[in-house]
């Protein structure tokens, strides 16, 4: 949510609720809510988002780190996914390496059954950042998240974003049957793509389906 700072008002978006600070020479714009304001967002379930980051998988910091027998380059698609939602819900840069790590180390989710990261993991690496993913099991669901704003994290197979196994998009935006992809492998190929191709590319792979189809919901909890 952007702010003009020249503008008299502050307008802080809260999804569901917005709260104007008049700014009056106190603390700088942005910094502080008062306490009612702030209840009035957690009653209605909402919380304040930030600007998702971009981060690439090839990032030439990260490209070559192995976990296990596979680099971040290979499999590292749901770790960099998280990391830029992850950024985005808590308002802290959280890097790709900083969620693979913890997967690698803390579950078996990511690159040791199999190569790359298991739905189960997905799960439990939101837990770990106090966020929570929630499995979307249909169409409806999928569009419903998309335009009440979140952040869902999907998995596609033989479409224009992987030819060959199955990869990780963010989506985040709705418009028109249209939603906004965020592609941590090829980011050139981020951009708007009609849901019902996402949804008819989507994986079929075991570890991607585990808990159902291969959409999660990532929100406060």
Same mark, same amino acid.
């Given at each position: 949510?952007?702010?003009?700072?020249? #503008?008299?008002? $502050?307008? $802080?978006?809260?999804? /569901?609720?917005?709260?104007?600070?008049?700014?009056?020479?106190? %603390?700088?714009?942005?910094? #502080?809510?008062?306490?009612?304001?702030?209840?009035?967002?957690?009653?209605?379930?909402?919380?304040?988002?930030?600007?998702?980051?971009?981060?690439?998988?090839?990032?030439?910091?990260? &490209?070559?780190?192995?976990?296990?027998?596979?680099?971040?380059?290979?499999?590292?698609? &749901?770790?960099?996914?998280?990391?830029?939602?992850? =950024?985005?819900?808590?308002?802290?840069?959280?890097? %790709?390496?900083?969620?693979?790590?913890?997967?690698?180390?803390?579950?078996?989710?990511?690159?040791? $059954?199999?190569?790359?990261?298991?739905?189960?993991? !997905?799960?439990?690496?939101?837990?770990?950042?106090?966020?929570?993913?929630?499995?979307?099991?249909?169409?409806?669901?999928? #569009?419903?998240?998309?335009?009440?704003?979140?952040?869902?994290?999907?998995?596609?197979?033989?479409?224009?974003?992987?030819?060959?196994?199955?990869?990780?998009?963010?989506?985040?935006?709705?418009?028109?049957?249209?939603?906004?992809?965020?592609? %941590?492998?090829?980011?050139?190929? =981020?951009?708007?793509?009609?849901?019902?191709?996402?949804?008819?590319?989507?994986?079929?792979?075991?570890?991607?389906?585990? $808990? /159902?189809?291969?959409?999660?919901? !990532?929100?406060?909890?």
């Amino acid at each position: 949510n952007g702010s003009d700072a020249g #503008t008299e008002g $502050l307008s $802080l978006g809260v999804e /569901g609720i917005e709260v104007t600070l008049v700014k009056k020479g106190g %603390p700088a714009p942005g910094t #502080t809510v008062k306490p009612f304001e702030k209840k009035a967002a957690v009653a209605k379930g909402t919380s304040k988002t930030f600007p998702m980051p971009y981060f690439s998988q090839r990032d030439p910091r990260w &490209v070559s780190k192995y976990y296990g027998r596979y680099t971040m380059g290979d499999t590292g698609c &749901v770790p960099t996914s998280l990391s830029m939602v992850f =950024s985005a819900l808590t308002g802290k840069t959280v890097l %790709p390496t900083t969620v693979a790590d913890w997967l690698y180390y803390n579950t078996k989710e990511f690159d040791r $059954l199999v190569p790359g990261t298991r739905a189960p993991g !997905i799960v439990k690496a939101a837990n770990a950042w106090g966020l929570k993913a929630t499995n979307l099991t249909s169409y409806a669901s999928l #569009t419903s998240a998309l335009r009440e704003g979140h952040h869902v994290l999907a998995a596609i197979q033989n479409n224009v974003f992987v030819s060959r196994g199955s990869h990780e998009l963010v989506l985040k935006g709705y418009n028109n049957g249209k939603v906004y992809v965020t592609d %941590p492998y090829t980011k050139s190929l =981020s951009g708007w793509y009609a849901m019902s191709y996402l949804f008819n590319t989507k994986s079929t792979d075991k570890d991607d389906t585990a $808990l /159902g189809l291969p959409f999660f919901k !990532i929100s406060h909890l």
